[in-house]
């Protein structure tokens, strides 16, 4: 399993942005599809965005328009850009590596994974 750091949160007022890093070091992501999932107090973890090897996205609903997934396999690190943050955006957010974001894949079901990082906590609030 790819040991993954997430970093890059921290509290803004609504409206704000923040730009979140996944970092895998040492590790080559190139054939590996990466997700952002995320987990507000007392709620399920749920699927955030997804971005597939050949760089094609998958964005959940509640976040299109206001967020956007990237990656630099150079770097090994995937992004999540979120802009007009909201206060239900609150939540902790973490990253997995998956085969492919496709409709059956661990995007849609978090709970079938095992482990999880620290994550990096996201506070939207005035």
């Known amino acids: 399993q790819v040991r993954l750091v997430e970093s890059g949160g921290g509290m803004v007022q609504p409206g704000g942005s923040l730009r979140l890093s996944c970092a895998a070091p040492g590790a080559n992501l190139d054939r590996y599809a990466i997700a952002w999932f995320r987990q507000a107090p007392g709620k399920e973890r749920e699927g955030v965005s997804c971005?597939?090897?050949?760089?094609?996205?998958v964005y959940k609903d509640f976040v299109k328009g206001r967020v956007t997934i990237s990656r630099d396999n150079a770097k090994s690190t995937a992004y999540l850009q979120m802009n007009s943050l909201k206060s239900e955006d609150t939540a902790v957010y973490y990253c997995?590596?998956?085969?492919?974001?496709?409709?059956?894949?661990?995007?849609?079901?978090?709970?079938?994974?095992?482990?999880w990082g620290q994550g990096t906590q996201v506070t939207v609030s005035s």
């Open positions: 971005i597939n090897s050949d760089a094609s996205t």
């Open positions: 997995q590596t998956l085969p492919s974001c496709h409709g059956g894949s661990y995007f849609y079901f978090p709970e079938r994974y095992d482990h």
